[in-house]
T-cell receptor, first 115, second 112 residues
């Protein structure tokens, strides 16, 4: 069981370039999330999805886009990379039900450097 | 809205010392509470959880009790090891189930 996988592990981008961070989960979870973690800081939610075709903004969505065409995949798109987007990005998934969620499972992260 | 307030770090302890990391929360309804651990260079892993008042979560010698009267979920370990050096995050899953709320993390370093 692979759990949550993310690619790439590390990427350097130039200002203005675009890229897609990939996230796949094989646990049939309905909820998926994207977080960013800046050095010495906690996690900030970028976007989340409650199921295929349904996404919503989190705390820091500006500069990012997402889509959810399947239960398994939840890619994060950066259209015009900026130095402020230098961070470590974590994808997570969980099985949510009425009255609360089960545990969130995290991928290993993607380290992004924008120069 | 729902939120989690976590003890500021960093924390440095000697091996075999007692550990407490404080966590308090604000939430409506009946949230679930979690402690996650992040080892250097890795993603977050679930350490323990509690889903209702007075529940005690435990794992790898760590414990935390869900206290509704004090809205707290403090993490404790009786005797820390060097291998416990990591960043610890307190988290809350709200009653509506849409989002998790994470604390800012507490960095723990255990020295031999």
């Amino acid at each position: 069981n692979a759990g949550v996988t993310q690619t790439p592990k590390f990427r350097i981008l130039k200002i203005g370039q675009s890229m897609t961070l990939q996230c796949t989960q094989d646990m049939n979870h309905n909820y998926m999330y994207w977080y960013r973690q800046d050095p010495g800081m906690g996690l900030k939610l970028i976007y989340y999805s409650v199921g295929a075709g349904i996404t919503d903004k989190g705390e820091v969505p500006n500069g990012y886009n997402v889509s959810r065409s399947t239960t398994e995949d939840f890619p994060l798109r950066l259209e015009l990379a900026a130095p402020s987007q230098t961070s470590v990005y974590f994808c997570a998934s969980s099985y949510a039900r009425t009255g609360g969620q089960e545990t969130q499972y995290f991928g290993p992260g993607t380290r992004l450097l924008v120069l | 809205g729902d939120s989690v307030t976590q003890m500021e770090g960093p924390v440095t302890l000697s091996e075999e010392a007692f550990l407490t990391i404080n966590c308090t929360y604000t939430a409506t309804g009946y949230p679930s509470l979690f402690w996650y651990v992040q080892y250097p260079g890795e993603g977050l892993q679930l350490l323990l959880k509690a889903t209702k008042a007075d529940d005690k979560g435990s794992n790898k010698g760590f414990e935390a009790t869900y206290r509704k009267e004090t809205t707290s979920f403090h993490l404790e370990k009786g005797s820390v090891q060097v291998s416990d050096s990591a960043v610890y995050f307190c988290a809350l899953s709200g009653w509506t189930g849409n989002q998790f709320y994470f604390g800012t993390g507490t960095s723990l370093t255990v020295i031999p």
